[in-house]
């Protein structure tokens, strides 16, 4: 799964993307993790310029930004 690009962008304070499903909406989200539990995660949102909550299970697709 993406468990690891999770983890990588808390422990290395990387940037990635996310592909997030909230109800019938799929947005593409810019984020740096800063905390991870087992459902969910806190991430600084690039788009939206604010922390947010991320269900993991809503989180279709990871992946490192270049």
Do not use: P
């Not at 499903?21 to 993790?33: K, P």
């Amino acid at each position: 799964m993406f468990d690891y690009v999770l983890k990588t962008s808390l422990s290395g304070k990387r940037v990635i993307t996310i592909i997030y499903q909230n109800g019938n909406e799929i947005t593409e989200r810019i984020v740096r993790v800063t905390s991870i539990n087992e459902k969910e995660i806190i991430a600084y949102c690039y788009l939206r310029h604010q922390y947010r909550h991320f269900k993991k299970e809503n989180i279709l697709a990871a992946a490192y930004t270049h």
